[in-house]
């Protein structure tokens, strides 16, 4: 009930022509909204066609002790870089081809390789790949420096989908193209209280479930709603 009511009241907040920032302590309850938001805003109009299939790339929220152990890993998985170490820039993705306790045999964009070891675990987060329907009508969030696009934390209004990808427009209101495959963004209808700080907008909503009653503090609250 409470991210329905929060869902109506953010997308009663658009139909005005507002821009609303919700704020919420946890990724976890941010996900609730944002299927709630979403839902509300196709029944209301807002969510214009078909949405294409993006994908998003998802934290395993694994520890330092984890990630540097080797036999954690398969082909496949996912490395996003948050530092920049050699041979990798920071905000390059890696995908795992063979694992060794020496390491990680690893594949760039451009189909080199990279040996990634357990000295380099603290430069980058396991993540997997996740469905991310968009549609013309969605705000979405990146989550990383896209050349081309943006900055990491920068949240766009998708204003145009295709077979090829989104056309997104940013708070200036510059157009930029974001292609079917990048994968480094996620939904931008609600963001933590730490993104917030420093914003000005028409309106704010805050909203605390039960898992971000026990782990926000009074201050985190706080902060939430100033």
Avoid: C
Avoid at 60 to 86: C, I, Q, W
Avoid at 111 to 131: C, H, L, N, W, Y
Avoid at 148 to 174: D, K
């Amino acid at each position: 009930k409470l991210f329905e009511a929060a869902a109506k009241a953010y997308v009663a907040d658009l139909k005005q022509g507002k821009q609303p920032l919700v704020v919420i302590p946890t990724w976890k309850e941010i996900e609730i909204f944002n299927s709630k938001a979403r839902a509300e805003m196709k029944l209301q109009g807002l969510l214009d066609g078909e949405a294409i299939g993006m994908r998003e790339l998802k934290s395993l929220s694994r520890t330092d002790e984890e990630r540097g152990a080797m036999k954690l890993y398969k082909p496949g998985d996912l490395l996003m870089f948050h530092k920049a170490v050699k041979g990798v820039s920071k905000d390059e993705v890696l995908t795992v081809k063979t694992v060794s306790s020496r390491g990680l045999e690893t594949e760039n964009a451009k189909g080199q390789s990279v040996t990634i070891t357990r000295k380099q675990r603290k430069a980058f987060d396991v993540m997997e790949e996740k469905p991310l329907p968009v549609a013309k009508g969605d705000k979405i969030m990146l989550k990383a420096n896209i050349e081309g696009v943006g900055l990491n934390g920068e949240i766009m209004a998708v204003r145009e989908t295709g077979p090829t990808g989104l056309v997104v427009e940013n708070a200036n209101g510059e157009r930029k193209p974001i292609p079917i495959g990048e994968r480094r963004l996620t939904y931008g209808h609600a963001i933590t209280s730490h993104r917030a700080q420093g914003q000005s907008k028409d309106s704010s909503i805050s909203v605390m479930g039960k898992l971000s009653i026990g782990v926000a503090s009074p201050k985190q609250y706080y902060v939430s709603n100033t």
